[in-house]
């Protein structure tokens, strides 16, 4: 996965509390391989009436929304299961920036794995870009800050999660560096602790 | 320097190394994959990965298992084969269908011994906390970091702030671990965790059965906690004797020892304290569509027009919008279309024992399931007679999975139907679309099956155990 560092695009407006991953992706979308795009799954059944078709007051099915790149919304977005899905539904979508008051810790590692920021704000100033929207915004991870029309406001980001985002790391590769260290630790453990390696 | 928690002992006591940025690489004792794990076994295949150590490495049939015949579809039958077909490539042992220690994987782990006190447990699932019950460090991961723990069984982490959560003095009658988890998350909110491990500590707690600490430990990702714990003491090593896979002989003894040493030390600090009063909490009921909007059943519902901002207005009307139901309205007295009893939350043992109680001699007067966490379970429950209680009150008992909970398997709660659950999850559409979901305790969906509305299973467990 490739390293960002500057994100410009529209910026939609989703403007609900506790966006859990069950609304980003239902279910039964689940067994779909990936490599068949998940885009399409993306907060399916708030989108769609019972019959299947768009809501037309959805504001993701608004003119010009399918180009966003940039979520503003709620308190709590992503909590719930630990689904990978759910980022990937964003992602395929087209999404690279959440911003939200709060997030599902998992979600957040789960978004950070696949190049997608979670970009923290407080909840006034949130509001505030929830009104701005749709609009342009430009979102700069190295600085930590996102410009909307009305001015920049600064989000917090782990500074670890910063860094793997602007480098695009691979977590896999970091960790075998220490392979030596990790077959050291495992030998030392089943010597020291036999009984956590099952009977 | 101040004492240590369990976490911090059990941090310790599993960090390889530590970067200059404060993240540290954490070995993993125990990793559970089930079938929602195949895109994290797709991501290993296409490194030309293997499992670094299969021998750490369970999976277990769950998710997608049928409760009743052949699975619903193709794609549903595809979903286990695949896992079927990865544990075989990867030499991972299986709890698969057919096998008698299948189960739910948050039940089955922990029932065969796998799951123990100081062990660090993680598996592609957000209720791992439930392991915590144990004094393991158990959480949660995505796929992504699956793949990282099946290539080298380890795990990058940041060290989470500490937060204890007392529960002090003595329930009452009727009132168990189900209701002091949603009891906390209405009060601190569904993100009222966030960053935070919880250790469960008070008396309350300590009285809790090792079921109902599962109970307990298995809700704190639905109030933003990662992971939950409560640390090991004398009723969790005999909780855990004899179990397959637990140590045995002079080794279980030495294990003892280090089990009860996670014990918080008297003098450890914790970044956060919260305390709950065990002898004010009563049966509780959700009645939105997050974990956090659940209320005492003797309350009323509430009303937006007594908000205190217009966002939570708007969010109480939506959600009593989707629920169907009216503003300031008892909550009890309504009435439920189905029941669902099972999950990782409540399909122990215990959960089927206090169900049969409220319904023994009693009939449904609605359609309801019955899933057992595990096969384990079943096979006890039917020992027990408990199976013959459940069919002469009219509900149907069926195999063991996470069946409703999810609705993966097809076993769904049709749009609009209103379903008293002991599941985790009352978000909109979690049990099939347009589903309405009410959680409670098994006794209190108990107490809906027999009366057909929301109702206190209290009056109802007068006189019985
Ligand atoms: S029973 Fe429900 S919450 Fe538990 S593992 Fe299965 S789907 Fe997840």
Known sequence: MPGWTVQEGRAVALPLENVDTDQLIPARFMSTPRSEGYGGFLLHDLRHDAEGQPDPDFPLNAPGAEAARILVTRRNFGAGSSREAAVYALVDAGFRVVIAPSFGDIFSSNAVNNGLL??????????????????????????????????????TLDRVWRQKLMNGWDDIDLTLAHDSEIGAFAETRKRAQPWTWPA | ??????????????????????????????????????????????????????????????????????PRSADIARMIATLTGNAERHGIELFGVKDPRQGIVHVAGPEQGLTLPGLLVVCGDSHTATHGALGAYAFGIGATEVAHVLATQTIWQKKPKRMRLRVEGALHPGVGAKDIALNWIS?????????????YAGSAVRDLSVEGRLTLCNLSIEGGARSGMVPPDAVTLEWIAGRPFAPEGALWERACEAFLALAPDADAEYDREAVLDASEIAPIVTWGTSPEEALPVTATLPDPARAETEAE?????????????????????????????????????????SAAAVLKGRRAVVPGMISPGSSAVKAQAEQEGLDRIFAEAGLDWVASGCSMCVGMNGDLVESGKRCASTTNRNFRGRQGQGARTHLMSPAMAAAAAVTGTITDARPLLEGRS
Request: glycine share 12%.
């Open chain 1, 118 to 155: 979670p970009a923290q704000l407080d909840a006034e100033a949130v509001e505030t870009l929830l009104a701005a929207c749709p609009c342009e915004m430009r979102v700069d991870l190295e600085a930590g800050t996102i410009s909307a029309p009305g001015g920049a406001v600064g989000f």
């Open chain 2, 1 to 70: 320097m101040s004492g240590r928690t369990t976490l911090d002992k059990l941090w310790d006591d599993h960090e390889i190394l530590r970067r200059e940025d404060g993240t540290s690489l954490l070995w993993v004792d125990r990793h559970f994959v089930h079938e929602g794990s195949h895109h994290a076994f797709a991501k290993i295949a296409e490194r030309d990965m293997g499992v670094r150590h299969p021998e750490l490495t369970f999976g277990v049939a769950d998710h997608y298992v049928p409760t009743r015949g052949a």
């Open chain 2, 187 to 199: 009060t601190l909110g569904a993100d009222g965790a966030r960053g935070h491990a919880i250790e």
């Open chain 2, 313 to 353: 207005a708007r969010r109480i009307s939506a959600s009593l919008d989707y629920m169907g139901l009216g503003a300031g309205r008892p909550l009890a007295g309504t009435p439920v279309d189905q029941i669902f009893i099972g999950s990782c939350t409540n399909g122990r043992i215990e959960d089927l024992r």
